[in-house]
């Protein structure tokens, strides 16, 4: 079945340093979206790609969807320790009427102030 | 504009009990999703309602779980019998047409003892 890999696992950085991390798939994807999950809370959608190539930011955020429809990658500049979470992409599932989405296996990102 | 809201935040309960479940989407939103989340993993899908109908209960169990989306008042999401193999956390999402941009609850934790 349809299957996304996030990588990294985890990321341990520093206050304003940029990251980068990314979500891949064997099978094609029509839209990526992004989101962020504080501890304890529900996911956050970030960012929506509808488009291969399409290139999209959110503040400090800026996602793009990859040009063989297979990827798809977040950057965060200058990070802050709110940024603290984890990231997981999703995309919908093909066939039949459905909405539901795939989620990735999550990046936990950890900043250190 | 109230985001999805659900509760109770967090359930008890012992083994053979019943567990009810509330989601309330956002408002103009009538599509409704169901999601598991077991710990140290992503959120995966277990069905989509619009209003009195179940479009997708494909991620459901077979037997003890049930979901509805009534005309008037809250989602449902009900766990008859409940195994230990059922604590995890239960997130709603909502969505205002059949979009792919699902807006998440804060989530329920069921613990069972």
């Known amino acids: 079945g349809q299957q996304l890999n996030q990588s990294p696992q985890s990321m341990f950085i520093q206050e304003g340093e940029d990251v980068s991390m990314n979500c891949t798939s064997s099978s094609i994807f029509n839209t990526w979206l992004w989101y962020k999950q504080d501890p304890g809370e529900g996911p956050v959608l970030l960012i929506a790609l509808y488009k291969a190539g399409e290139l999209t930011s959110n503040g400090r955020l800026t996602a793009q969807f990859g040009i063989t429809r297979k990827d798809s990658f977040l950057n965060i500049s200058a990070s802050i320790p709110s940024d603290v979470g984890i990231y997981f992409c999703a995309g919908p599932a093909y066939g039949g009427a459905t909405n539901k989405l795939i989620f990735g296996t999550g990046t936990l990102l950890a900043v250190q102030p | 504009n109230a985001g999805v809201m659900q509760n109770p935040r967090h359930l008890v309960r012992r083994r053979g009990q019943e567990a009810r479940l509330r989601c309330s989407p956002m408002k103009g939103h009538s599509h409704v999703y169901w999601y598991r989340q077991l710990p140290e993993e992503g959120l995966k899908f277990m069905v989509y309602?619009?209003?009195?109908?179940?479009?997708?209960e494909s991620g459901m169990p077979k037997e003890r779980f049930s979901a509805e989306f009534p005309k008037e008042g809250p989602s449902i999401l009900r766990i008859q019998q409940v195994v230990r193999g059922d604590s995890a956390a239960y997130f709603c999402a909502s969505s205002p047409t059949s979009t792919h941009e699902q807006y998440f609850g804060p989530g329920t934790r069921l613990t069972v003892t």
């Open positions: 309602l619009q209003k009195e109908n179940i479009i997708d």
